[in-house]
C-alpha cells in the first residue's frame, strides 16, 4: 500500500556533502516518523538519523553535527543533509517510514536503497 522512493546517492570525494531524498506515497493517513538507516558490507545496519512527527530527532553519534534530517509533510518526504562526508559514511543508505494507515493502525515501511559512497 506505501511505497518509499529514494534519490539523491552517490559518489563524492571525503568533506563533500550530499542530500538524500525519500518521498513516501500511497494510502497514508499520516506519517509519525521517519528515518535513514544505512548498512555497508560485513556490518550491521544501523539507524543514522529519525525525525518523528513532532519534529524530534535522532541522530546515531558518528554523525552528529554533521547530518541534518528534516521533513516536508505536505509531500510526505524526508530529507538528509550529509555533510563534511567521510569514508566511513560509505553505505547503502534506506529510508524508513512509520506510517499510520488509519487511526490506531501503523506499520514500517522500508524504501529500496540508496548507494553512497565516499572517496578519500
Known amino acids: 500500500q506505501v511505497q518509499l522512493v529514494e534519490s539523491g546517492g552517490g559518489l563524492v570525494q571525503a568533506g563533500g556533502s550530499l542530500r538524500l531524498s525519500c518521498a513516501a506515497s500511497g494510502m497514508i493517513f499520516s506519517i509519525n516518523a521517519m528515518g535513514w538507516y544505512r548498512q555497508a558490507p560485513g556490518k550491521q545496519r544501523e539507524l543514522v538519523a529519525a525525525?518523528?512527527?513532532?519534529?524530534?530527532?535522532n541522530y546515531t553519534d558518528s554523525v552528529k553535527g554533521r547530518f541534518t534530517i528534516s521533513r516536508d509533510n505536505a509531500k510526505n518526504t524526508v530529507y538528509l543533509q550529509m555533510n563534511s562526508l567521510k569514508p566511513e559514511d560509505t553505505a547503502v543508505y534506506y529510508c524508513?517510514?512509520?506510517?499510520?494507515?488509519?487511526?490506531?493502525?501503523?506499520?514500517?515501511?522500508w524504501g529500496q536503497g540508496t548507494q553512497v559512497t565516499v572517496s578519500s
Open positions: 524508513n517510514a512509520v506510517v499510520g494507515l488509519q487511526i490506531g493502525v501503523r506499520r514500517d515501511y
Open positions: 525525525i518523528t512527527n513532532a519534529g524530534r530527532t
